[in-house]
């Protein structure tokens, strides 16, 4: 997964729909679904990162732990079934045969779910937590 992380392909337009809305429901938010059910799923340090205007590929990325291998697949697995059942179709998931690391692209939101030791090492909410500044070079 190492150097692929963040170089996603385009996906095909009816792939994910960026929005439920076209059945007419009123329907929660991509990224407050995506934290109730990582919330339901007992995810541990659950952080969300606002990434809007830092980089191209989402508006949020949400990095999370599970407590092993099997917890961390558990948590990936529940996430694509709701992300399914609320409308939003399939989602990109790499690293799930493994579940050391398990990245889920919904779109507007990407998913991290780690394992604690392979999320300490990696350490990447802190940095899409930094303050990039334009004027910077």
């Known amino acids: ?3 692929r992380l963040f170089m996603m392909a385009a996906l ?3 792939s994910l ?6 059945s007419g429901a009123a329907q929660k938010p991509l990224i407050d679904l995506i934290l109730d059910v990582l919330d339901d799923a ?12 830092k980089s191209s590929l989402a508006d949020h990325m949400v ?15 529940q996430l694509i079934t709701a992300l399914r059942d609320n409308g939003y179709g399939k989602p990109r998931v790499e690293g799930l045969p493994h579940a050391d690391w398990v990245l889920v692209d919904a779109g507007d939101v990407i998913v991290h ?3 604690p030791e392979v999320r300490e ?7 899409w937590q930094a303050d990039f500044s334009a004027d910077q070079h």
């Not at 990095?63 to 697995?77: E, K, M, N, Y």
């Open 1 to 3: 997964m190492g150097g």
């Open 12 to 14: 095909p337009e009816n």
């Open 17 to 22: 729909s960026a929005s439920p809305a076209a």
């Open 42 to 53: 007992k995810a541990e340090e659950t952080v969300s990162v606002d990434i809007a205007g």
């Open 63 to 77: 990095v999370t732990s599970g407590r092993s291998h099997r917890h961390v697949a558990a948590v990936a697995d």
């Open 113 to 115: 779910i780690f394992r």
């Open 121 to 127: 090492f990696y350490n990447i909410e802190k940095m």
